[in-house]
């Protein structure tokens, strides 16, 4: 196949991973409530294993360890910050016709970002070398199925529908493919590394300040229990991803 050709089925394929939230449509709305939150615990360990173990040192190494870094990051994590507020201010005034909490588009957003850059590096990777272009993709398939899963879950605990949920997170998903076609477009002229720390500060203000939270509202010693042993595998796995990649 020729270059374009590996980039596109890869970025469809990579897409499709988003739909991954099938397995829980069948589930009754009792079953549901008691998987959407080890998933959403899940989810949060995956992005702040993302964010640290994954996105912020490839920036270190992309851009070197230098002051404007961690300017994007902590750039991305406010932005989240403000566009969080906005959304709430509006809800709350009646302005705009929101009928699900602001995490929910604040993880599309994130994750639209975050597919972008990942399309943008495995499009990249396949246009210097076939092989190091499918190890790649192999490395980021790998952390975006738990991922996928958990933001399938946080926009279900926001309030989307299960059907829209799995739609708006597959449109997200489809970034990855617009990614790695511009990448074959660019050709490396572009430098997109600063992406990588201001996606970092999205995933952190995500997990941090919406997810994280909502882990803290349960009184039963079991779920507590449960939910802090799926933020730790939601760690666990991103750091060994790491070690892998």
Do not use: C
């Not at 270059?3 to 394929?13: K, P, Y």
């Not at 980021?140 to 738990?146: I, N």
């Not at 489809?174 to 002229?189: C, D, K, Q």
Request: aromatic share 10%.
């Amino acid at each position: 196949m020729s270059t374009l050709a590996w980039i596109i089925s890869s970025g469809v394929v990579m897409s499709g991973i988003s739909l991954v939230g099938i397995a829980l449509i069948p589930l009754d709305t009792d079953r549901m409530r008691r998987v959407v939150l080890p998933l959403v615990a899940l989810a949060a360990g995956s992005l702040l294993g993302g964010a640290f173990f994954h996105l912020l040192p490839e920036a270190v190494d992309e851009l070197g360890n230098e002051l404007s870094v961690y300017g994007w990051f902590v750039g991305g994590f406010v932005i989240f910050f403000l566009a969080e507020q906005t959304l709430l201010w509006q809800h709350h005034h009646g302005e705009t016709p929101l009928a699900h909490t602001p995490v929910g588009y604040l993880v599309l957003l994130a994750d639209g970002a975050h597919n972008l850059v990942g399309g943008l590096a495995v499009g990249s990777a396949f246009v210097v070398d076939h092989r190091l272009g499918m190890v790649t993709w192999l490395v980021e398939a790998a952390h975006e199925l738990p991922q996928e899963l958990g933001d399938f879950a946080i926009l279900v605990h926001a309030g989307f529908d299960r059907k829209r949920a799995l739609f708006f997170n597959f449109l997200s998903a489809l970034a990855f493919l617009v990614g790695g076609v511009a990448a074959y477009a660019l050709a490396g002229e572009v430098d997109v590394a600063v992406l990588l720390p201001f996606a970092a500060g999205n995933f952190t203000y995500i997990a941090a300040a919406d997810l994280i939270p909502e882990l803290t509202h349960q009184e039963a010693l079991g779920e507590h229990a449960l939910h802090t042993a799926s933020f730790a595998v939601g760690l666990v796995l991103l750091l060994a991803l790491a070690f892998v990649g």
